[in-house]
């Protein structure tokens, strides 16, 4: 079994709590009183799983990174989401799910931020790119806060090609472009596929070209543009917001 070492407590813990992959061992720096502390020990006991000392300087070597707040967990690979399942259960969704598609997003902290929004406003799934994408590593799952552990993330080659079945199974798609129709304008319809391009370029034109609709955000500062994970929340809220209010 592939396994991967991924830093951070609050990794771990959603690790654990959610079950989704299994965990080997942790590694411990310190034993802080702090409750998140506390029920990440219990719930490594309640599993059976070892938890080793070692060095704060030992875990970032494991890890590949300073930024594990003196925790790691060895787990087995993460694993990639069928999409053709995703898309069916998000059609199954009650008052209509949502899919965020990320193009070519290279950033590991916003591709991470994204993920993480996108659960907490009730996405069914995100989309990667296999190549010039920022795929699920230790730096997108930190910067995710665990959400990749409860979030379908799936893995595609051609973002055109799933734009295209997406329309065929009657997704509504929009594409956020900062020369898009004003969100005050546009009305969410379900379901729905929100596209969001990489940091400064934004969508590649045959992915803008294929979407049903072009959405952007009304500013009123003398700054360019928002930055991509932002947008993508405003927009996700937006969009969670519709879903809330559909009876």
Known sequence: ?????????????????AGRRKVFRIFWARRAKEAASEELVQLAQNKNIPIQDASPEKISHLCGTQEHQGVAVEVSAF????????????????????LVLLDEIQDPH????????????????????????????????????????????????????????????????????????????????FPLALVVGSEGRGL?????????????????????SFNVSVAGGILMAEIAKARRLTP
């Open 1 to 17: 079994m592939s396994k991967e070492i991924l830093g951070g407590k609050n990794v771990a813990l959603e690790i654990l709590r």
């Open 79 to 98: 694993e990639y989401a069928d999409f053709g399942d995703v898309v069916q259960k998000t059609l199954k969704r009650p008052k209509g799910g949502f």
């Open 110 to 189: 916003n591709v991470g931020a994204l993920m993480r929004t996108a659960h907490l406003c009730g996405a069914s799934g995100v989309v990667l790119l296999k190549h010039r994408q920022a795929l699920v590593t230790n730096a997108v799952c930190k910067a995710a806060a665990g959400a990749q552990e409860y979030l379908p993330i799936v893995q595609e080659t051609n973002l055109v090609n799933v734009i295209n079945y997406l329309k065929d199974k009657e997704f509504f798609v929009w594409g956020a472009a900062g020369e898009g129709v004003s969100l005050d304008q546009q009305k969410p319809v």
């Open 204 to 224: 590649r034109r045959l992915v803008r070209e294929h979407c049903d609709a072009l959405v952007s955000i009304p500013m009123e500062g003398a700054v360019g």
